[in-house]
Nanobody
Framework: QVQLVESGGGLVQPGGSLRLSCAAS????????MRWYRQAPGKQRELVAS???????NYADSMKGRFTISRDNAKNTVYLQMNSLKPEDTAVYYCNADYRILIQYFEVWGQGTLVTVSS
């Protein structure tokens, strides 16, 4: 089984920055796509950004130019650098990954980390 552990959330003022990390641990053959989602109070979970094992990235339109997803394959870790944060970015941020064990593919979620943007 694979576990994802997020870190880096917290309280930040509008216009500030935060960097989230998500480390995968456990037994697996490979980690494939990794993603960040977020869920604001009273809203549905939405995709923030994704990155393939080769480093190709994709972003939700509202995050383009402010958020950057990256990964360190040697550490099985994905990052989300968030700049120019706005109060509407307040949400629980979840890490998600696809992984492979031999010829089987699985999906796993982290427990989430809270980001609060407020003055």
């Amino acid at each position: 089984q694979v576990q994802l552990v997020e870190s880096g959330g917290g309280l930040v003022q509008p216009g500030g920055s935060l960097r989230l990390s998500c480390a995968a641990s456990g037994s697996f053959s490979s980690i494939n796509n990794m993603r960040w989602y977020r869920q604001a109070p009273g809203k549905q979970r939405e995709l923030v950004a994704s990155i393939t094992s080769g480093g190709d990235t994709n972003y939700a339109d509202s995050m383009k130019g402010r958020f950057t997803i990256s990964r360190d394959n040697a550490k099985n870790t994905v990052y989300l650098q968030m700049n120019s944060l706005k109060p509407e970015d307040t949400a629980v941020y979840y890490c998600n990954a696809d992984y492979r064990i031999l010829i089987q593919y699985f999906e796993v979620w982290g427990q989430g980390t809270l980001v609060t943007v407020s003055s």
